[in-house]
Antibody
Framework: EVQLVESGGGLVQPGGSLRLSCAAS????????MHWVRQATGKGLEWVSA???????YYEGSVKGRFTISRENAKNSLYLQMNSLRAGDTAVYYC??????????????????WGKGTPVTVSS | DIQMTQSPSSLSASAGDRVTITCRAS??????LNWYQQKPGKAPKLLIY???SLQSGVPSRFSGSGSGTDFTLTISSLQPEDFATYYC??????????FGQGTKVEIK
């Protein structure tokens, strides 16, 4: 069964750090892009960060310089190191798999497998 | 960044109703548009990619259309399990992969 399981969330004070993990199973982890997407309580989905199969990384503007995404293919694991945390970072953090399909010689990208999420609360 | 705007933000409907949700992009995104369904306390689920291609396992009552800046998600006959929040997402110019703000489909 294809599965993603997040862990590492919790309560942290403003300015603190947290490291999220995402364990993948049921697919060849190293051949897929991976993403972190967050959702504040009662709010919509917000893309946070992505890492490609070659280790290329991408970040949403408000987390650039504070968050670091990484992957360890040998362990089928994705990580998000979050530093200098702010109240605005409070959310459920989901990891998601990026994939694409070819239609009429064009490639269409989507996030097709999601974990159940891990909650992060930044508060004093 | 490309902004995605959904309408309405919420709607009330009855089982069996035909429901249409609209998503508008701030610039043309061709047909690089995905739709997701999210139920309370659950992870999002991919429904449609490339504006109109149904993800494997998704019921055929879901359909998508549109190109350029205007897109629709239609549920032909609303079922009890379809009450959820729906999000559009563009993959034309990324990063960032931007989502709409969501449309909540509630029971009338």
């Amino acid at each position: 069964e294809v599965q993603l399981v997040e862990s590492g969330g919790g309560l942290v004070q403003p300015g603190g750090s947290l490291r999220l993990s995402c364990a993948a199973s049921g697919f060849t982890f190293s051949t897929y892009d991976m993403h972190w997407v967050r959702q504040a309580t009662g709010k919509g989905l917000e893309w946070v960060s992505a890492i490609g199969t070659a280790g290329d990384t991408y970040y949403e503007g408000s987390v650039k310089g504070r968050f670091t995404i990484s992957r360890e293919n040998a362990k089928n694991s994705l990580y998000l190191q979050m530093n200098s945390l702010r109240a605005g970072d409070t959310a459920v953090y989901y990891c998601a798999r990026g994939d694409q399909s070819e239609l009429a010689r064009k490639y269409y990208y989507y996030m097709d497998v999601w974990g159940k999420g891990t909650p992060v609360t930044v508060s004093s | 960044d490309i902004q995605m705007t959904q309408s309405p933000s919420s709607l009330s409907a009855s089982a069996g109703d035909r429901v249409t949700i609209t998503c508008r992009a701030s610039q043309s995104i061709s047909n690089y548009l995905n739709w997701y369904q999210q139920k309370p306390g659950k992870a999002p689920k991919l429904l449609i990619y490339a504006a109109s291609s149904l993800q494997s396992g998704v019921p055929s009552r879901f359909s998508g259309s549109g190109s350029g800046t205007d897109f629709t998600l239609t549920i032909s006959s609303l079922q009890p399990e379809d009450f959820a929040t729906y999000y559009c997402q563009q993959s034309y110019s990324a990063p960032p992969w931007t989502f709409g703000q969501g449309t909540k489909v509630e029971i009338k």
